[in-house]
Antibody, heavy 118, light 107 residues
Framework: EVQLVESGGGLVQPGGSLRLSCAAS????????MNWVRQAPGKGLEWVSH????????HYADSVKGRFTISRDNAKNLLYLQMNSLRDEDTAVYYC???????????WGQGTLVTVSS | EIVLTQSPATLSLSPGERATLSCRAS??????LAWYQQQPGQAPRLLIY???NRATGIPARFTGSGSGTDFTLTISSLEPEDFAVYYC?????????FGPGTKVDIK
């Protein structure tokens, strides 16, 4: 069974940092591209970042570019999102998602809540 | 950035009725569009990919159509579990973008 489990969320002050993790199981993690998607409370979905299976192709939303860094450890089946210089507007549930061969998100984690507040 | 617009924002229908949801792109995205369903407190679920292909396990009452800039998700006969928020997403170009969503609620 495919499983994606996010962790690392919590309360952080503006300007602070947080690293999210996504533990993958039930599939060959190293063979799949991955995305982070977030959802602010009561709002819609926002794509955040993409990493291909070999970490050779990486993309970010303009809203996080220069502040967030996506990475992965294929040996440990882990996906990461390092978030620096956090702002109030980064408050959201962060989901990791696996991409199909056709580049759509077919499996999602349950999400981890990041709250940026003083 | 490609902007996706969804209409209506809210659709109030009864079980058994037909739902028609629209998604319009600010520029052509050929068929690089997907539809997701999200229930309260849950992660999104992929329904339709590449505009018209049902994802694994998705019932036949869900149909996607369209190409270019105009797309439609049709639910032929609403079941109780279909009342949710629906999002479209494009992958024609970076950044990937989602529409604002259409909430289908019970009339």
């Amino acid at each position: 069974e495919v499983q994606l489990v996010e962790s690392g969320g919590g309360l952080v002050q503006p300007g602070g940092s947080l690293r999210l993790s996504c533990a993958a199981s039930g599939f060959t993690f190293s063979s799949y591209h991955m995305n982070w998607v977030r959802q602010a409370p009561g709002k819609g979905l926002e794509w955040v970042s993409h990493i291909d299976m070999s970490s050779g192709d990486i993309h970010y939303a303009d809203s996080v570019k220069g502040r967030f860094t996506i990475s992965r450890d294929n040996a440990k089946n882990l996906l990461y999102l390092q978030m620096n210089s956090l702002r109030d507007e980064d408050t959201a549930v962060y989901y990791c998602a696996r991409l199909t061969r056709l580049w759509w998100e077919d499996y999602w984690g349950q999400g981890t809540l990041v709250t940026v507040s003083s | 950035e490609i902007v996706l617009t969804q209409s209506p924002a809210t659709l109030s229908l009864s079980p058994g009725e037909r739902a028609t949801l629209s998604c319009r792109a600010s520029q052509t995205i050929t068929s690089f569009l997907a539809w997701y369903q999200q229930q309260p407190g849950q992660a999104p679920r992929l329904l339709i990919y590449d505009a018209s292909n049902r994802a694994t396990g998705i019932p036949a009452r869900f149909t996607g159509s369209g190409s270019g800039t105009d797309f439609t998700l049709t639910i032929s006969s609403l079941e109780p579990e279909d009342f949710a928020v629906y999002y479209c997403q494009q992958r024609k170009s970076w950044p990937r973008t989602f529409g604002p969503g259409t909430k289908v609620d019970i009339k």
